[in-house]
């Protein structure tokens, strides 16, 4: 199957700086990718969906300037959370999809630590 | 929007037996339900899927089963084995390719 990465795989930061994640499709054009927030021993919860070149769509009580996405080509995405605080500390997961098929592959995830 | 429920929340067998995995839907709209299996501190992978128009879907040890109608879905695992113990999820979306929404996750403890 497809492949999808991330970087890092985890981070500490202090609160009130900015922590960037990749997430890359290594063998296939993402149209589409999707991240996810996932709170421990919780599910998985949407947050936004980006398609390459165009702005990303943010689910409801999601803010948008504090968690921008960025999906400017078809093998990259980042997700930025900035002036983080500690109720920011989750795994985060990005999904991506490619143009000949619709199944979505899941990358291995991001463990953010705000401290 | 969907609601997607997911029991039990926890489930534990011993190695051998069956398991059986069940969610509910709200969204009469949705066509499309996968579920994942998830180890600690990795991405959720894929282990079978299954679409609206078939109501029931075999892979070697694992099947899933659709009621449309009653809108659930079961996972059903047979002959569990240790490895077989992660977290699992269901979820739905209107199409293949639209964002999933979720069920809670169940954890499958599967003693030897």
């Known amino acids: 199957g497809a492949v999808v990465s991330q970087h890092p795989s985890w981070v500490i930061c202090k609160s009130g700086t900015s922590v960037k994640i990749e997430c890359r499709s290594l063998d296939f054009q993402a149209t589409t990718m999707f991240w996810y927030r996932q709170f421990p021993k919780q599910s998985l919860m949407l947050m936004a969906t980006s398609n390459e070149g165009s702005k990303a769509t943010y689910e409801q009580g999601v803010e948008k300037d504090k968690f921008l996405i960025n999906h400017a080509s078809l093998t990259l995405s980042t997700l930025t959370v900035t002036s983080a605080h500690p109720e920011d500390s989750s795994f985060y997961i990005c999904?991506?999809?490619?143009?000949?098929?619709?199944?979505?592959?899941f990358g291995p995830g991001t463990r953010l630590t705000v401290l | 929007g969907e609601n997607v429920e997911q029991h039990p929340s926890t489930l534990s067998v011993q190695e051998g037996d069956s398991a059986v995995i069940k969610c509910t839907y709200s969204?009469?709209?949705?066509?499309?339900f996968p579920w994942y299996k998830q180890e600690l501190g990795k991405g959720p992978q894929l282990i079978i899927d299954?679409?609206?128009?078939?109501g029931e879907k075999k892979d070697q040890r694992i099947a899933v089963t659709l009621n449309k109608t009653a809108k659930h879905f079961s996972l059903h695992i047979t002959e569990t084995q240790p490895e077989d113990s992660a977290v699992y999820f269901c979820?739905?979306?209107?199409?293949?390719?639209?964002?999933?929404?979720f069920g809670k996750g169940t954890t499958l403890s599967v003693s030897s």
């Open positions: 299954i679409r609206s128009n078939v």
């Open positions: 969204d009469s709209a949705s066509n499309y």
């Open positions: 999904s991506a999809r490619g143009a000949s098929w619709n199944e979505q592959f």
């Open positions: 979820a739905a979306s209107r199409s293949l390719g639209a964002a999933l929404i």
